[in-house]
């Protein structure tokens, strides 16, 4: 055989046992959220290249796919001329224009849930492919706590659903971020540098974090956050009260509180504070959250409230808050567990050559009818070898044809091959 | 409100109601699928430029979404340069491409199921869309009619979970529609052409197709073809024995008269001979069939044998049968039935600003304990115009705290609003 050809580069094929998995886990997760009363919508996979340019997606922005122009007469002499389309790098981008495009159809609050391929030209790297999943639900037009909490009520219990192991949500608040900031000192126009830095606090600890913020200058608000940064290093519990820089934003504490204490009441979530995190969006303005694995590092979901993007674009003031499953983290995580996704009888009927093809259908439709799976298959000539081809791809039990019906369903044991 | 954005040109947004119907069918399809033993793969929404360019898609081919190549430095002279990839314009090109890539890690004869958007820079028009759903299965490695068979009784069976009505199977193949054409008097190298022209009997009539004959010379030839073609108008029974032109392929005939009768016999389906019938696609080599709805015009699906196609790509010979089901056709026609898609009680839980968050967790957990859709709302100032949005969307009771407790269920009647 000649070399075998590849997917794209960064890109891969999905075998059937990882397509088997995704969809049980996708349907779990859809039923979740459908019983919230959350409502699947779909957009294009392709939108507008001003729109995706332009949007608030940080360095995604920069790693679009782009698509020609069609029926380009002559070749043009610029890319602005030649690109009109891009592949979508996530799922709130359209989402904001579908809301701005169709909000009149729409109940209100409106409880969306979105899951589709996504797309970034990323460098290939091991785990991370250039066409993923991503699995959203937002609520566009409610601007009380209510929304905060059934987002994270609801994205938990899908969790769940997928029996993912525990979890802990982390909460943070944007302006505590920013008031935290303010409060040891730098200018408001310093802030959002200075919380890209302190995003990165997990990888570098706090002396990371004090060494990139020298970098400001007023070396007394670094010092300032370095010490918050150590008593979380080091594990002690932050007591906001006494902890945190006098001048942090109250009430936005107690709305992450309160969301915290609904959540873990009733629906006994563990939750917890963590002041440190940002969640690189730019464009969040209240609660973030961010689903943590109790075994495996890293997060497996996360989102927040950002109440200023769909007017942006829609001319109308809407508040929006999302929360975002990690699919392909999840995927991982339950492909580790091997979970049994298996769970009726697959039986393999072998019919020989010349067989009337109607007795194969008949058959087979009633072998069906008792709710089994049943492939139908020339028997081949070597039928040991078949039979453990057969066990391989997952297949429990198989019978032929005797006197034109099917003999009783032998099983296929695995150990025995 | 500025005025509201669209989706790209040509695509569409999918509404609630949409998506929640197409799910359902969707499900209702991989459902019977999988009972036959097939399997589901995806494949990237992308493939390479060439491999889509130099395809066996005919007029797709020049109608694709072209991605710019990442990392350009240098805004290059030609689009030969400028492009790597593309969007795929059907499923069958990745399947070719994956089963070259994976072959080894899958159960032979490769039962496949793959369903997602392909992509067509088409003109926009009613009801076509440049993004659009296609279900595809196929069986690749086996040569045996047993192949055709099965396809045709799984796509029956899928229809049939739903719903959609009477419809007849419509079979011809390839080698009778090629001896046919030389059989009347056309040369071997005029088949392609002139089956091209047959394609369009059922627009143009036998007059139309006699016409257009006639510019490739050999009336006589013409004359025979529109003598049959005349026959199949009047509605009168083909007898193939009497009406073909003697030197018909008659052993084609026999394999589509097996399939036909198997068909027929095993699972009920009604099938028709039809030797007009070409599909267009030059691709195929044997057995070819088209699903005609009992109502409405037009085929809800097609399919047949291509045993050349993967072997081009993979250098290894692979007999391959393959069906389509046209989904978004489906769906127009279930759409056009209002199907009941809503089965379970669906509630809305109002709340009064203030409430604790976690009362309101806990009580529609509750709620949905009992197997309801509940969505929380806070309530509206206007709670008859907010009750009658519910009901539009849906909703079919609703409940409220009463001492921290909620209501019984009060229903929500679309008559009453």
Redesign the interface.
């Known amino acids: 055989?000649?070399q075998?050809?590849?997917?794209?580069r960064g890109?891969?094929?999905?075998?059937?046992a990882?397509?088997?998995l995704r969809?049980t886990l996708l349907?779990r997760i859809?039923d979740v959220y459908?019983?919230?009363?959350f409502?699947?919508?779909?957009?294009?996979?392709?939108?507008?290249i001003e729109?995706l340019s332009n949007s608030d997606g940080g360095e995604n922005t920069t790693?679009l796919?782009?698509?020609?122009r069609?029926g380009?007469t002559e070749?043009p002499?610029?890319?602005g001329e030649?690109?009109d389309?891009g592949?979508r790098y996530d799922l709130t981008v359209p989402l904001a224009?579908?809301f701005?495009?169709?909000s009149n159809?729409?109940?209100?609050?409106f409880?969306s849930i979105q899951t589709g391929?996504v797309f970034r030209?990323e460098r290939p790297q091991k785990g991370r492919y250039r066409?993923f999943t991503q699995c959203d639900i937002d609520i566009l037009g409610?601007a009380?706590?209510?929304a905060e909490?059934?987002l994270v009520?609801a994205t938990s219990e899908a969790l769940r659903a997928c029996e993912v192991g525990e979890f802990t949500i982390r909460l943070n608040h944007r302006r505590i971020l920013e008031s935290m900031v303010t409060a040891v000192g730098y200018e408001p126009s310093q802030a959002a540098a200075v919380l890209i830095v302190l995003d990165k606090f997990d990888k570098i600890g706090a002396a990371g974090v004090h060494e990139q913020l020298l970098a400001f200058g007023n070396s007394s608000a670094a010092t300032a956050l370095r010490a918050l940064l150590e008593r979380i290093e080091s594990g002690d519990a932050v007591d906001p009260g006494r902890d945190l820089p006098a001048g942090t934003d109250l009430d936005a504490l107690e709305e992450i509180q309160?969301?915290g204490?609904?959540?873990a009441?009733?629906?006994g979530v563990k939750t917890e504070l963590d002041f440190t995190l940002v969640r690189g969006m730019g464009y969040y303005t209240g609660a973030i959250f961010e689903i943590q694995h109790d075994e495996f590092k890293g997060s497996i979901g996360g989102g927040g409230r950002y109440d200023r993007m769909i007017g942006k674009?829609?001319?109308?003031d809407t508040p929006a808050v999302g929360f975002s499953i990690g699919f392909e983290r999840l995927v991982h995580i339950l492909e580790s567990r091997a979970i049994e996704a298996t769970t009726s009888d697959?039986i393999?009927f072998l019919?020989p050559?010349g067989t009337?093809?109607?007795?194969?259908?008949?058959v087979?439709?009633a072998l069906?009818a008792e709710g089994?799976?049943?492939?139908?298959?020339?028997a081949a000539k070597n039928r040991k070898a078949q039979l453990s081809?057969?066990t391989?791809?997952g297949f429990t039990h198989w019978v032929e044809l005797r006197d034109g019906n099917p003999t009783a369903a032998q099983p296929l044991q695995k150990d025995s091959q």
Do not use: C
Not at 34 to 37: K, M, Q, S, T
């Open positions: 055989m000649s075998r050809p590849s997917p794209p890109m891969r094929d999905l075998l059937p990882e397509v088997a969809r349907n859809l459908g019983r919230f009363g409502e699947q919508i779909e957009t294009p996979l392709v939108e507008e729109r790693i796919f782009k698509i020609l069609r380009l070749w002499t610029s890319e030649s690109v389309l592949l224009r579908f701005a495009t169709n159809q729409l109940l209100l609050p409880k391929p030209a066409q409610e009380s706590l209510g909490v059934e009520t309160r969301i204490n609904a959540v009441t009733a629906a674009l829609s001319g109308v697959r393999a019919y050559q009337d093809l109607a007795v194969v259908a008949r087979a439709a069906r089994v799976v049943v492939r139908t298959d020339l081809r057969l391989d791809a």
